[in-house]
């Protein structure tokens, strides 16, 4: 640098042009970080949850709703038409309805116009949920604790569609060595918000004790719906479009035997956003150690015990990217080579997630400035589900299980003489994963996972002889 060159500052103009030249630096990020105000929004003086669904058996034409007593075999469904059919497995079309209004705090009564391809037209009741009273506590000494019995056996797991078994699988869960939090670990997993239709004191349901109609194989939601009742905005309208009615049947199909690869393939549905399965067995062998094979579509490790089930659309598209559940383009998918060999039966499930509608009245306004004061708010949810024996097709009427054990009731869920005990349901992780499975597969997972936390019950009277053991 040359003498004139040289430009002298004095400390006033070095400092303006420092604090300047830091001014330029920050002002895009401080104004980044100006927040947009928050729309004030309140919740809506009534709120609709409609949650749809199609369950069915591969093989098996759809079907309206079981009757009492059989429904129980699927998957621990409820028998004829009951709320909660949506989410069980008994194959059929159903729709759990509840309503809720700020109005009427306590459950109004109200009533549904549904369009005549429903079946069910003009109308459907829609009932307060009973609240039933609690007794008084028990009181008394506490029960000592039973005999601790470490529980005998192991738990694999694989994931991802393919031929053959990748590397690093399975993972294994040894019952003899496992401690509690291995336990809690091993089946963690993801599992929706619950977002829906739900049966809880205030809230106003169908289908109901004063009508428990079914749907038929042919029945529609698309068209028109009115609510009116106690404390139900009289402006309560809305129309549901072909779009957020009954999914299709899951038309899937299965080749190969479970000791080899199981080839499953489905065609492509409009309405699907998503598909997920899985599949598992459980059984002793003559030394009463218990082995579960789990598996799942997954490309990373997640069983999805909990993904069987209605799912947002925010989960949807986070769960593709985390690369847990199938394109809605993919259409087949293979069960590895010989996972199930060893398998007293496998259950398969699957699920197509369906689209979400979600209306509300007056709309939400643009400018964040104007408060959003909904009258009424309506979500409708959709899915389709299947589930079969791995490996095998349902053929005609024949109940599963019944090839299997012999037994014409096999699976039914149904006791066959009321004197006998029903079958131990352990704590609620083993009622989960023993109701998936059903019949005696669903009892050895059931009963492996009975003594997570290693409690045994007291010593009981043996069941009588012809008692199913």
């Known amino acids: 640098m040359t003498a004139a060159s040289r430009v002298r500052l004095s400390p006033r103009h070095a400092c303006a042009l420092v604090l300047a030249s830091i001014g330029a630096a920050v002002a895009p990020a401080a104004f980044a970080q100006a927040k947009t105000p928050a729309q004030a929004v309140k919740p809506p003086v009534a709120q609709l949850w409609i949650d749809v669904a199609v369950h069915t058996m591969p093989g098996m034409p759809e079907m309206p709703a079981m009757p009492a007593g059989i429904g129980g075999m699927f998957g621990g469904g409820h028998g004829g038409n009951v709320f909660g059919n949506t989410r069980a497995m008994s194959p059929g079309r159903y729709a759990d309805i509840a309503l809720f209004t700020q109005r009427k705090p306590g459950g109004a009564e109200a009533t549904q116009t549904v369009p005549a391809g429903s079946g069910l037209a003009p109308s459907i009741p829609l009932v307060p949920v009973?609240?039933?009273?609690?007794?008084?506590?028990?009181?008394?000494?506490?029960?000592?604790?039973?005999?601790?019995?470490q529980p005998k056996g192991r738990m694999l797991f694989y994931w991802g569609c393919g031929e053959t078994v990748r590397a690093g699988q399975p993972r294994v869960l040894d019952f003899s060595k496992a401690a509690p939090a291995e336990w809690g670990s091993f089946m963690q997993g993801r599992a929706p918000r619950e977002r829906g239709a739900v049966a809880r004191p205030g809230h106003s349901i169908w289908p109901n004790d004063k009508d428990g109609r079914s749907f038929g194989r042919d029945a529609l939601l698309a068209g028109e719906h009115t609510l009116s009742g106690e404390g139900v905005p009289a402006d309560l309208k809305f129309a549901i479009g072909a779009a957020h009615d009954f999914m299709p049947a899951l038309a899937l199909a299965q080749a190969g035997a479970p000791a080899d690869v199981v080839r499953l393939?489905?065609?492509?549905?409009?309405?699907a956003r998503a598909y997920f399965i899985n599949a598992m067995s459980g059984g002793e062998d003559a030394t009463g150690t218990t082995e579960i094979v789990l598996w799942s579509s997954a490309e990373v490790p997640e069983f999805g015990?909990?993904?069987?089930?209605?799912a947002s659309p925010g989960n949807i598209e986070q769960w593709l990217k985390d690369k847990?559940?199938?394109a809605p383009a993919v259409t087949q998918c293979a069960v590895p080579r010989g996972i199930f060999a060893k398998s007293q039966g496998a259950m398969l499930r699957m699920i197509?997630?369906?689209?979400?509608?979600n209306l509300a009245h007056p709309p939400r306004p643009t400018d964040v400035k104007t408060p959003w004061e909904p009258e009424w708010a309506v979500r409708v949810r959709t899915k389709s589900t299947a589930m079969a024996m791995l490996g095998q097709q349902a053929e005609g009427g024949r109940r599963l299980?019944?090839?299997?054990t012999g037994d014409p009731q096999a699976g039914a869920g149904v006791r066959p003489r009321p004197d006998c005990p029903p079958p131990s349901s352990g704590d609620?992780?083993?009622?989960?994963?023993?109701?998936?499975?059903g019949g005696s597969v669903g009892?050895?997972?059931?009963?492996?996972?009975?003594g997570l936390f290693g409690k045994k019950e007291e010593k009981k009277e043996p069941p009588l002889a012809d008692c199913p053991q």
């Open 265 to 271: 393939t489905w065609p492509a549905m409009t309405q």
């Open 401 to 404: 299980g019944a090839a299997r």
């Open 352 to 357: 197509a997630y369906g689209p979400e509608l």
């Open 324 to 326: 847990v559940l199938l």
């Open 305 to 310: 015990m909990g993904l069987i089930d209605y």
């Open 428 to 437: 609620s992780t083993a009622a989960a994963v023993g109701g998936a499975l």
């Open 130 to 149: 009973k609240v039933e009273p609690r007794g008084p506590s028990a009181t008394g000494a506490p029960r000592e604790p039973g005999e601790y019995e």
């Open 443 to 450: 009892s050895a997972v059931g009963g492996a996972l009975g």
